[in-house]
């Protein structure tokens, strides 16, 4: 389970190095960005444009299961893409709320050694705040246009670099920071079916046999 | 094992970051109000209509475009890349255009991505990675959403580059 804390802990510590975080849909950090809503916005806009255009997904925009992610901002080929730049509430003055919240539980952990068994306390807010801008690149599975049923294939994608910290980068107090490039992908499937002439999510069975 | 330690400075560096947060600027960018800004990446003339690369930083994310502009008209936008981050990964841009200067694309050194932009001269819609759309008024969007479906090929005789710009990248 992938927390944001080890994400940030990384990107500011100074022994820093490029990490791949590839996080699937039963990690945590994936349920936490699923239920954001300018993800739900976002995946809403890929479902109704499949019910809209579905030929075209079936054409163009296949799942191609050798494709991986990787350390890379180049985009995805072959995906219906979804570029949401800086959502609501991940301004710096939302973050900072979350962040004070976190800090002032992590300096408690590390002071006071009764302490130490306890989590630091990482809000759903600084999880998305420290997204902010995000991508998201959709293919389907498969894809019925006769039957309108799909199984969609959502990849969300989000780097967090030093150039996100504007002339901050070059403020001594990030002197010891090492800052280096944090790739974040986040991955899940969603079961969707507009034969009623609306896009309705399908609930997966607990088997989890899909279609 | 986390060392906690090390835990705390990085949160106290987070903060420090956050309590004064604003994206600075870069050389070669104009400040267009707040924390939005746009570098020039080099422009270039196709008979009466001038066409520029350009890349519009705003808070966390930054836009790779295209504005084109016919006799002095206002500049229209044209999305070819939006990054999650305040900068764009280092990039060879050429500026294709036809015998008849009529249609341009513009294709990049990036793998797989090859082609960004397809545009016939005067149109009011082009090609993107993000579909078929109309041009757009201002260099900020507050989303952009769609998929590539194809641009429309060029046969190499009949076309040349006119121009080549790089950009190093912002990191």
């Known amino acids: 389970m992938t927390t944001v804390g080890d994400i940030l802990d990384e990107f500011f510590s100074p022994f820093s190095s490029e990490n791949l975080w590839v996080m699937p ?59 949401v730049p800086s959502p609501p509430g991940t301004d710096p003055g939302t973050c900072l709320k979350a962040f004070v919240v976190y800090v002032g539980s992590g300096v408690g952990k590390s002071v006071i ?38 199984t969609m294939n959502f990849w969300m994608y989000n780097a967090m670099s030093r150039t996100s910290f504007g002339k901050f980068a070059s403020n001594p107090a990030f002197a010891a920071s090492g800052m280096k490039t944090q790739y974040m992908w986040w991955n899940w499937v969603e079961n969707v079916d507009w034969s009623s002439g609306t896009v309705k999510t399908v609930p997966k069975k607990a088997s989890g046999g899909g279609w | 094992m986390r060392k906690p330690a090390l835990k705390v400075l990085s949160v106290l560096l987070g903060l420090a970051w956050l309590a004064g947060l604003s994206p600075g600027l870069a050389a070669g960018q104009a400040v267009i109000e707040g924390d939005r800004s746009v570098r020039d990446l080099g422009s270039v003339q196709v008979d009466d209509a001038s066409v520029r690369l350009l890349i519009a930083y705003s808070g966390d994310s930054a836009l790779l475009e295209l504005a084109v502009a016919k006799s002095g008209g206002p500049e229209r936008y044209i999305p ?22 009529d249609q341009l694309w513009v294709q990049s050194s990036w793998p797989d991505s090859t082609v960004l932009a397809y545009y016939r001269l005067g149109a009011d819609t082009a090609t993107t990675p993000f579909g078929t759309m109309g041009l757009l008024d201002t ?33």
Request: proline share 10%.
């Open chain 1, 25 to 83: 849909e039963d990690d945590n950090y994936t349920k936490i960005v699923r239920k954001w809503d300018p993800v739900i916005q976002s995946t809403n806009r890929a479902k109704f444009d499949l019910s809209a255009n579905c030929s075209a997904w079936q054409s163009s925009y296949v799942s191609q299961p050798s494709w991986k992610p990787t350390m890379t901002n180049t985009p995805k080929p072959g995906a219906y893409r979804d570029f």
């Open chain 1, 113 to 150: 050694p009764g302490l130490s068994p306890l989590p630091a306390v990482q809000t759903d807010k600084l999880y998305t705040c420290s997204i902010g801008s995000f991508n998201i690149y959709t293919t389907v599975d498969a894809v019925d246009c006769g039957a309108k049923t799909a």
């Open chain 2, 80 to 101: 070819m890349f939006g990054s999650t981050y305040r900068g764009i990964p280092s990039v060879t841009l050429n500026v294709i255009v036809s015998k008849s200067k």
């Open chain 2, 139 to 171: 260099p900020f969007p507050k989303l952009l959403s769609g998929g590539p479906q194809g641009f429309p090929q060029f046969d190499p005789s009949g076309v040349w580059t006119l121009a080549s710009f790089y950009h190093p990248g912002d990191e």
